[in-house]
């Protein structure tokens, strides 16, 4: 090891002491010699580190040394590159404008053979979703920073309009949303107030009574007092008897971030018991226990009784068969339209948007060989399909609505989707049923456990 290296790594080993450790101690876990260690602590000294200590007595290294940059290794060059360009990218024009700063101050002081290092685009950050934020960013960690109150005008997801006074506790920067985590005082509880909803806020001078590093320990308890996999709701729908098939253990495996949401939906229809599973993408959702119920592990899955079903699509037709009481599938002889839009959503709308919201499209030498042709064929297919109708397949409401209508309404949120006033629509006579506001509320929840637990 250069001895360079070896000064890194025992400055890495002193900032995770918080009390003296001996000489001894310290060559030993570093690998040298008892005199070889007084060298380097002299060494390190003399560079600005705050080591108090003496042979005999001990070292610890004091807070507020900062490591050289030219002591990063390529790999923690490319963890800050891709993390500073993330922030400059998702984050509001404080942030953006601090992490290229950063970044351009390192750059500065790098050795020669990694001065070139932060402008190389091999790690690219992508678009992503783009959502607007209503709320002032720079306002709401101001206020973070400074521990003081809030005063904002909140809509919520059904259009509802408040205003309240929150004392901030934390702001979450996730892929489609950042989120305000606050105690409300009009609910006397802590609640996640999505940015983008924050229609105005206002800093007060009055501070909360409680410290921020308090309030958000409470609020950590508050969100991990819940179970990940526990029963949803107990509602029976009417005519179900025991013993038969809509007896049996229904079980949905999801994530918040998922298409779960769609089967959710569906299942808030039919109003029977059923449990949720929670799979985590990094850990559960790859375990041998997940993919013993899907090989691709992937989400959504049910498991009803002995039945597997994996596939948005195929579950939300299988559900509406074993649940006939909900009514969410027409008769036999009158499902022409209810598979053909149903199927078509999943075949050719999503792998459509999919591709399309990533700048790709067929060439029309190649569409052939796509299952969708183009994306202008399946937008105007599925345009003049559900134009001047309130349900695609009929005139009542089935499970391919849940999928149709799931597909445009993301579509549209995200920008995946073009506006037209057909689907703004359609989507408008579906989106405020109020068994989709109990997904969606029930599905926030989770996200919220899920998105701020400890790692």
């Known amino acids: 090891m250069s001895r360079a290296g070896r000064l890194f790594e025992l400055l890495q080993i002193l900032r995770g002491r918080r009390r003296p450790v001996s000489g001894a101690e310290l060559a030993r876990e570093a690998g040298v010699s008892l005199r070889t260690l007084y060298r380097d602590i002299a060494a390190l000294q003399a560079m600005g580190a705050e080591i108090e200590g003496e042979p005999g007595v001990g070292y610890v290294l004091r807070p507020g040394f900062l490591l050289p940059p030219l002591m990063f290794s390529e790999e923690e060059l490319e963890a800050l590159e891709l993390g500073a360009n993330w922030v400059a990218r998702r984050t ?34 992508g678009a992503g979703w783009r959502t607007a934020q209503a709320g002032e960013l720079t306002l709401l960690r101001r206020a973070l920073r400074e521990e003081r109150k809030l005063t904002i005008s909140y809509s919520d997801g059904k259009g509802a309009r408040t205003r309240r006074i929150v004392w901030p506790v934390a702001l979450g920067f996730f892929e489609s949303a950042r989120v305000l985590v606050a105690w409300c005082e009009l609910r006397g509880d802590f609640r996640h107030f999505r940015a983008d909803r924050i229609e105005a806020a206002e800093m007060l001078d009055e501070r909360p009574p409680r410290r921020r590093h308090a309030l958000q320990k409470d609020w950590r308890r508050s969100i991990l007092t819940e179970s990940d996999s ?20 229904l079980i ?80 036999p002889a009158e499902r022409g339209a209810y598979y053909r839009w149903l199927f078509f959503a999943a075949g050719c709308v999503e792998p459509a948007m999919s591709n399309h919201s990533v700048g790709w499209d067929p060439a029309a030498d190649m569409q052939r060989r796509f299952g969708y042709g183009c994306y202008a064929a399946v937008v105007d297919t599925l345009a003049a399909a559900v134009a001047g109708r309130r349900y695609i397949a009929g005139d009542a409401f089935s499970a391919a609505d849940v999928y149709v209508g799931s597909m445009i309404g993301f579509g549209l949120r995200f920008g995946a989707l073009e506006k037209r006033p057909e689907f703004e629509a359609y989507w408008a006579g579906l989106e405020n049923r109020p068994a989709r506001l ?18």
């Not at 950063?102 to 685009?121: E, G, S």
């Not at 498991?303 to 939300?316: F, K, N, Q």
């Open 92 to 125: 509001d024009d404080g942030l953006s404008h601090a992490a290229r700063s950063a970044m351009a101050k390192i750059a500065a002081v790098l050795p020669q053979r990694l001065r070139t290092r932060p402008q190389d685009d091999a790690l690219i950050v």
């Open 230 to 249: 526990a029963p949803v709701y107990g509602r029976s729908i009417s005519g179900q008897t025991k013993g038969d098939s809509m007896s049996d253990e």
């Open 252 to 331: 949905l495996y999801t994530n918040p971030q998922s298409r779960g949401m769609i089967v959710h939906w569906l299942l808030e229809e039919i109003g029977a018991p059923f449990s949720i599973a929670v799979e985590d993408y990094g850990t559960t959702i790859k375990a041998p226990e997940f993919l013993a119920i899907n090989p691709m592990g992937k989400v959504p899955a049910i498991r009803h009784g002995d039945t597997i079903v994996t596939e948005s699509a195929a579950i939300c037709a299988y559900l509406a068969d074993a649940f006939p009481q909900a009514g969410l599938a027409p008769p």
């Open 438 to 455: 109990r997904a969606l509320e029930q599905n926030e929840a989770l996200a919220s456990r899920q998105a701020w637990a400890p790692a």
